[in-house]
T-cell receptor
Framework: GAGVSQSPSNKVTEKGKDVELRCDPISGHTALYWYRQRLGQGLEFLIYFQGNSAPDKSGLPSDRFSAERTGESVSTLTIQRTQQEDSAVYLC?????????????FGAGSRLTVL | QKEVEQNSGPLSVPEGAIASLNCTYSDRGSQSFFWYRQYSGKSPELIMSIYSNGDKEDGRFTAQLNKASQYVSLLIRDSQPSDSATYLCAVKPQGAQKLVFGQGTRLTINP
């Protein structure tokens, strides 16, 4: 597609429920990243995919967080048993594979609110 | 020590003046540096990248990199109200594929 597409744009859920956030990267971009941004804060790295493997998942905050990617396409970030501290905007970004420059293009984000 | 540090601001600059944004980083082996602009409620967008010591100019924007001192800065000349946003500094640590972001500096240009 023309840009990075994320869905849903907004999600309100109750504490303890599971949520899935979806990211569709730019066509041809084999690298995909998930970041979290809490209100008024910077971007917190969660996980990086190259193709469908995740060589760096060091930023996942707990085992309630998981992510997968199908081929070099869509990725899903799953948060199980959501907690109020999970409330944030979850941003997905993609870049070209051998881009040492790592020029990331971000999606519009999924705003998650846990009540 | 945070990997990437920025003054969170807010930084207030009159219209037409030069806005100066600064960033320091801890990984001396870092090779790639970026400035992203984020308008309120929007996603970050890349405005500058720099990889070598010195200055890099693009229109009203100049990025400056000093690897020995481990700092990178962004100058915005002839500041416009439309430049009001949060500016995020990002660094690619040595051996990593991810970008590490600073907290961001909120810039306000006053007409």
């Amino acid at each position: 597609g023309a840009g990075v597409s994320q869905s849903p744009s907004n999600k309100v859920t109750e504490k303890g429920k599971d949520v899935e956030l979806r990211c569709d990267p730019i066509s041809g971009h084999t690298a995909l990243y998930w970041y979290r941004q809490r209100l008024g804060q910077g971007l917190e790295f969660l996980i990086y995919f190259q193709g469908n493997s995740a060589p760096d998942k060091s930023g996942l905050p707990s085992d309630r967080f998981s992510a997968e990617r199908t081929g070099e396409s869509v990725s899903t970030l799953t948060i199980q048993r959501t907690q109020q501290e999970d409330s944030a905007v979850y941003l997905c970004a993609s870049s070209l594979r051998n881009s040492g420059a790592n020029v990331l293009t971000f999606g519009a984000g999924s705003r998650l609110t846990v009540l | 020590q945070k990997e990437v540090e920025q003054n969170s601001g807010p930084l207030s600059v009159p219209e037409g003046a030069i806005a100066s944004l600064n960033c320091t980083y801890s990984d001396r082996g870092s090779q790639s540096f970026f400035w992203y602009r984020q308008y309120s409620g929007k996603s970050p967008e890349l405005i500058m990248s720099i990889y070598s010591n010195g200055d890099k100019e693009d229109g009203r924007f100049t990025a400056q990199l000093n690897k020995a001192s481990q700092y990178v800065s962004l100058l915005i000349r002839d500041s416009q109200p439309s430049d009001s946003a949060t500016y995020l500094c990002a660094v690619k640590p040595q051996g990593a594929q991810k970008l590490v972001f600073g907290q961001g500096t909120r810039l306000t240009i006053n007409p």
